[in-house]
């Protein structure tokens, strides 16, 4: 098994984006229908909670919540953090989720945090898709209460990527991080996921092909032959 920093993974993104015409709206939305997936699976016919932030891992759940809304699961997204820009694929899946019907809830303090969740549904499984492997240093109060309440909340979790507040390069939280029940990694699973205290936030991992061409792993790693995506 090869394990990649964050670093290493944004390089293998952009060479599959830059150098091999992989259009990155092509991989968040076989990224967020891998997501999809594996929700549908564990939610049985549940509610599904999708929990984004504002940055390409977000726009991942929005991809997923898209598709749960198709398969005809029950399905509501939080929207969480002070607003910021969106990137181009992120800011075009936001829109789609809204065309599809279903309308985020925007939440950025604890008040407002408790609210959304009140009105909730009884949910089976909550996708988070808050940070993805740019996460670096504490995070705010905020998102450490988002996430003891994610945590806290009952349904089973899977985690976009990376379990949200766990670095991605050590496998330690910042200074909370999400405990999944599943992990679905996107590309190739990260190095953090070699600690064995990981284990406690990333649950079971699989790692979900998304459509990086194998020469744009070979050519980041120095490893030809490794791979197989």
Known sequence: MVYVTA?????????????????????MENAGAAVAREAARLSGQGHALVVCGYGNNGGDGFVAARHLLKKGLGTSVFLAGRPRPFSNETGNNFKALLESGCAPAAIYDKSGMERSFAALPECGVIIDSLFGIGIKGPL???????????????????????????????????PAAVKASLTVALGLPKRGFRNPGSVAYTGNIITADIGIPRPAVEEVLKKPGEHAN
């Open 140 to 174: 705010d109060g905020f998102y450490v209460s988002l996430i003891e309440k994610i945590n806290s909340y009952g349904a089973k979790i899977i985690s976009v990527d990376l379990p949200s507040g766990l670095d991605a390069d050590t496998g330690t939280p910042c």
């Open 7 to 27: 670093a290493e993974m944004k390089e293998i993104d952009r060479k599959a984006i830059e150098k091999y015409g992989v259009p990155a709206a092509t991989l």
